[in-house]
């Protein structure tokens, strides 16, 4: 079926202004936040509702279009922007925005996977409720996209990931048969956890509509702290003993660099009056103010300089320093980004080990979440030719310390060759059995995790 067919048959489902075949209109689905991974759509089709996605879906299986489904497009792997071979409808969620009513006694709330995270925060957080994920994108980053990659952000600490933050979905299969998991009970042995699979699994095995969220009660009390160290090792240790406050609920770390590259780019003054070579950003919340533990817990620390903050203006601005990095960075350059889990005892090793790894081919930036021993790699300058070699020195580097090649943004397309890094031939033979069960014609986000069938 043409182009031009498939829109016809697509308007009809979804009206003729929420299909964009016009390529000025289709540029911003088309490329990702990074800039660094770029494609043509087919089409892109905006659905209303999860009727409307089963025909969309049903369509273009009869057409045999790839789909690509896309949230907010904040994906950093190029799992959510379609390929340059111009088959792919991108199927946009964003029109999906909708919420329900908070349900106190369950901690719950049924949302729209097109919701973003603000506007969730916004509705739920003067009701005095919290969902347990945030992330730097929480403007644009839409729920549906957060649990197809089970993001984790800055507060796993506490909460988990997002997986962890699900307690149900609704999801169309790409023959447009609707699971329907909404009910989100605590207690629910019936089979296989069908939630749990379609959690991070970027849009390969369904298009996911909506889910059931749990929520926290909102802590009344919060208090910050930017803690200036010596080194990434003395960063750790830190960690360490601040994790036996049961009120911590953030430990972000970056380093000089990145500091220098977020100043020179937003104008925002120095934190302290020295550089120093590496810095900790820690929030407490709970119910009682949290000010007093974490000064206690700080006591005899080794710790070079300190900014505590205890209201929301305060912390908004020493939080800008480690959110506002990926801006500053993007502003610099187009990044190879390398989002990476290690062991926290191996992280200062590996830190040390990146110059040597890299023989001058990039510049390192490396900031992230340290109580996970998550490390988000960072590299500008690296010549397009070096990218492949540079990629794969430094994740096999992090899995021979016993990390994980994804951290939280996924594998998409851009770490799929990569995969047998971090998954035995077992476990990715028993995954292209699942995609082939559930999209047995592998039009779900193809060349997405799994490169190919194998």
């Known amino acids: 079926m043409d182009a031009e067919r498939l829109a016809r048959h697509l308007a009809a489902v979804v009206g003729p202004t929420h299909v964009l075949a016009d390529a000025g209109l289709r540029a911003p689905y088309e490329t990702d936040f990074t800039g660094r991974y770029t494609g043509r759509a087919r089409l892109v089709v905006r659905p209303a509702d999860t009727a409307q996605v089963v025909e969309v879906l049903r369509i273009c299986r009869e ?30 969620l964003r029109r999906l925005d909708g919420a329900g009513p908070i349900d106190p006694d369950a901690r719950r709330i049924t949302v729209g996977a097109g919701l973003t995270l603000s506007a969730l925060q916004g509705r739920l957080r003067p009701r005095g409720w919290e969902f347990g994920v945030d992330l730097a994108s929480r403007d644009s980053a839409t729920l549906g996209g957060m649990i197809a990659t089970n993001a984790g952000g800055e507060r796993v600490l506490r909460y988990g990931t997002t997986r962890a933050n699900v307690a149900g979905l609704e999801a169309v299969l790409a023959d447009g048969t609707v699971l329907d998991r909404l009910a989100g009970l605590p207690k629910d042995n019936t089979g296989y956890d069908l939630t749990g699979l379609l959690v991070g699994s970027e849009g390969t095995l ?25 080194s990434l090792a003395a960063a750790t240790a830190l960690v360490t003993r601040l994790r036996r406050i049961d009120s911590l609920e953030l430990a972000e770390f970056f380093t000089a660099e990145g500091l220098a590259l977020v100043l020179e780019h937003t104008g925002l003054p120095a934190p302290f009056r020295a550089a120093h070579p590496v810095y900790l950003l820690v929030e407490c919340a709970a119910r009682h103010d949290p000010a007093d533990e974490l000064a206690e817990a700080l006591e005899g620390a080794d710790v070079r300089d300190a900014a505590v903050a205890l ?74 030719e070096d990218e492949d070699a540079v990629s794969l020195a430094v994740l096999r580097r992090v899995a021979d310390a016993g990390g994980s090649i994804s951290a939280e943004h996924g594998i998409g397309r851009a770490k799929a060759r990569y995969l047998h890094l971090g998954r035995s031939a077992a476990e990715i033979a028993a995954m292209r059995a699942v995609k082939t069960a559930l999209d047995p014609a592998w039009l779900l986000s193809p060349g997405t995790l799994l490169a190919d069938r194998g």
């Open 63 to 92: 057409a045999e279009a790839p789909v690509l489904p896309q949230g907010g497009n904040t994906g950093l792997v190029g799992g959510s922007v379609p390929t340059a071979a111009g088959d792919q409808v991108v199927l946009s």
């Open 206 to 230: 369904a298009v996911l509509t909506a889910a059931r969220l749990r929520l926290v009660p909102r802590p009344g009390h919060r208090v910050a702290a930017l803690l200036a160290v010596d």
């Open 311 to 384: 209201d929301a203006v305060d912390r908004h601005r020493l939080a800008a320093y480690r959110e506002r990095h990926t801006e500053a960075l993007n502003a610099a350059g187009t990044p190879l980004k390398l989002d990476v889990t290690l062991p926290l005892a191996e992280l200062p090793g590996f830190a040390a080990a990146l110059p040597g790894l890299l023989d001058g081919r990039a510049r390192p930036y490396l900031f992230g979440h340290l109580a996970e021993g998550n490390v988000h790699v960072n590299l500008l300058g690296t010549a397009p």
